[in-house]
């Protein structure tokens, strides 16, 4: 099981993959929309804002979010690090109920991209 440093580790990548990235994935990644991934093996969940190409995570807390963010994500510890590391597939994940992603229509279409 991926600890709370490692989820941490696996966003932080994440937000520096994004900022990296060209053409519609940075068109993409330069939404500025709140952020929350819920870890639910962990029990806890990172808060912040996707802005500026990257991910800001501003907070750690137990349990589920207590807010409703723009962006919402929930998966477990393992599975937000291999899908950071490239050793999972998003759409596989997804269809298989592993990972849950709840954003505005709008903002499907675009972060489709990214995945």
């Not at 941490?8 to 709140?34: F, H, I, P, T, W």
């Not at 190409?53 to 962006?71: L, Q, S």
């Amino acid at each position: 099981m991926a600890t709370i440093e490692e989820c941490r580790a696996a966003l932080g990548k994440l937000s520096d993959n994004m900022q990296g990235a060209e053409g519609d994935v940075r068109a993409a990644a330069a939404l500025d929309r709140s952020v929350s991934c819920h870890i639910t093996d962990l029990d806890v969940t990172f808060t912040g804002r996707m802005t500026g190409g990257r991910i800001e995570v501003d907070e750690t807390r137990p349990g589920p979010p207590r807010e409703r963010a723009e962006i919402r994500l929930a998966m477990a510890g393992d599975d937000l690090v291999a899908l950071v590391d490239g050793e999972l597939n998003f759409a596989t994940a997804w269809g298989k109920g592993r990972v849950r992603l709840e954003a505005s229509l709008l903002d499907l279409f675009r972060l489709r991209k990214l995945l």
